[in-house]
Each structure stands twice: as C-alpha cells, then as structure tokens.
DNA sequence: CGCAATTCAATTGCGCACAACTGAAATGTG
DNA sequence: CACATTTCAGTTGTGCGCAATTGAATTGCG
C-alpha cells in the first residue's frame, strides 16, 4: 500500500494541495444547494443542522448540540439566539444546573420537520453519485477526519 | 448503477444529510492543521491558496485569481488588502484597463514559496490515506462539485 | 467545610463566504 | 458619436468558525 507521503514530490505536492481545496469547493457547492432549498424554510445550513440535531434527540443542553456537530458556544450562542428569534427555538437555563443552558423545539420549529424532509432527498437527487460510490465517499471522508484530527485534536 | 435518488427514504435522508456534513467535517479538519502549519509563515488557509495561484501564474488580476479560486471580489478584495499589508502582495491599477486592478507578489512574498513547500507534504503526512485512495477521493470530489454546480450555477 | 480547579454559556475579535449594491471604466449598438 | 449595457473592484451587511476571555455555577480535594 503506498502511502502519500512517499510519493515524489512534484505529484504529492500537487495532490496535497488539491485535496484540501477539493474538499472545500465540494463544501460550498453543497453550500449553495442547500442555501436555496432552506431558503424557504428561514434556515441557513448550520441551523438545519442544529434543527436536525433537535428532532432525532429533542431538548439537549447547548454543550450536546456541540458535540453532534462538533461547534463550540462562540459559534452555536449566536445561532441559537437567532434561531430563538426566528421562533423554532426556545432556550432556558437548567434547573438541576445553573450553568447550562437547555434548547427546545416551540411548535413552529416541531412543525417546521415535515417540510424538511424533502430536503435531503432534493439534495441526493442532485448530486448524481451511485449509492456505492456515495458511501465509498462517505468513508474516506470519515477516515480523514480521523486521522487529521488525531494529528490536530479538535479539543 | 442505483442512483441515490431511488433509495428507500429512510436510508437517503440520512446519507443526504451526512455526506455534506462529513464534507464539512473534513474541511474543518483540515483546516485546523492548515492553521498550525500556516501559522508560521502569516498566512491563513484562503489566504495560502491564493498565493499558490501566484506562485504558479505570476502577476494576475483579482478577477483571474477569483476564477481560479471560485471567491468574487467580496471575498478577495479585503484578503488582498490583508495580504498587502503582510507584505506578500502588490495592488496596481492596470495601464490597460483601469477597471481591473493587477495583483503582484513581493520579494517577501516570492521567497515565501520556499518556507511553504514543505506544508502539502506535512499535510499529506497526516491524512494516512493510499495514492489510490487520495485519487478515488479527488475523483469523486470533483464529480460531486460538478452535479452540485449544475444544479445551482455558482454564476 | 473551604477554596482551588473545572465546567458551562456567552462575549469579543478576526477572517472568510456570499448576496446585494455602488461607482468607475470599457464595450457595444443604433 | 451618444447612450445603454456590461465588466470590474470595492463596500456593506449577515452569518459562520474559531481562538481567547469572562463570569457564574459546580465539583473536587485537602
């Protein structure tokens, strides 16, 4: 099995480089799907996510929303307030501990789930990739993930 | 082939909705060890990459930069100007065309590409993935961006 | 128990991505 | 040639991602 960094140095520099920036452009061109289809529904894509999030597991502390999505207050403490403000949210500080703050669905943002649902299918429906090939992609990514974290840990 | 589209439900809604997560996820991760490694030389991820379209091109127009890069003028005229002030990067109007503005690199910033061959190399140390595997992955990568762009123009 | 260390959300500050707009310069058309 | 259209870069405003810090609440240890 050869390994990257064994390559020459010309190819792997160029593979390097393009790997990551790949990786970024697939992100935005997802990015911008996703942006018209939640368009409608008054999301931006990291709160659907968050949504998303909210409806497998129901109400959770800010600290466990973190860590399904990986994001720390300084990013989700913004967000969270302004999905409070478009009303699919409610925040309250815990009653077992003052320092936690609790994230529940209100009835819109409950609601607001079956007309979600078409999104993800929309997405698939676009993207024109086999069922194997989107899980050998699946994979690799996860296996990167990994092993780059482990090389920067994201705590 | 089994095209995504024709999946059960169940099934796509959730790989519809992990893929672009996953690819988020990676492209964090990768970031984070971009900002370790970049740290050093002044420069953050964008910012890198657009100086890898200097080193390879020479002196170009924001525009040009932008085509190569996927970003618009919102995005690049402020990196520019930070680069700028880095000292890695000249700004002029064009003789030709006073509209375009003709961005250069410095002294500092052409010897810079010295100090930063050894980064892709680092990076590729560290993602454990075969020649073949980084390739399956680029491949799949660019096919998905492709249908995505189709689908909604970055135009 | 009392005090230090930890945990949690929030805030601040910076940089990026993108949409929408501005204004100046170039191009094209009648 | 005059005037509308297009092409550029830049600006503004919104939202995200992350580092660093703050302050309050809890936990742990002596």
């Known amino acids: 099995?050869?390994?990257?960094?064994?390559?020459?140095?010309?190819?792997s520099l160029r593979l390097g480089n393009q790997l990551c920036f790949s990786l970024q452009a697939a992100s935005r061109a997802f990015?911008?799907?996703?942006?018209?289809?939640?368009?409608d529904l008054g999301l931006t894509y990291p709160q659907?996510?968050?949504?998303l999030v909210l409806w497998e597991h129901g109400e959770l502390p800010v600290k466990r929303i973190g860590e399904?999505?990986?994001?720390?207050?300084?990013?989700?403490?913004?967000?969270?307030?302004?999905l409070e403000a478009t009303g699919y949210v409610r925040r309250a500080r815990s009653a077992e501990d003052?320092?936690?703050?609790?994230?529940?669905?209100?009835?819109?943002?409950?609601?607001?789930?079956e007309r979600a649902v078409c999104v993800p299918q929309h997405i698939l429906g676009v993207t024109d990739l086999s069922?194997?090939?989107?899980?050998?992609?699946?994979s690799l990514l996860a296996r990167v993930t990994?092993?780059?974290?482990?090389?920067?840990p994201p705590d």
């Open 131 to 138: 069922l194997d090939e989107a899980m050998a992609l699946q």
């Open 31 to 39: 990015g911008s799907v996703y942006r018209v289809l939640l368009k």
């Open 98 to 113: 003052e320092r936690s703050v609790t994230v529940a669905l209100t009835e819109a943002g409950t609601s607001l789930r």
């Open 146 to 152: 990994a092993s780059l974290d482990a090389a920067a």
């Open 48 to 51: 659907y996510l968050v949504m």
């Open 68 to 82: 399904h999505l990986r994001l720390d207050s300084g990013t989700l403490s913004p967000l969270l307030k302004r």
């Open 1 to 11: 099995m050869t390994k990257l960094s064994q390559v020459s140095e010309s190819e």
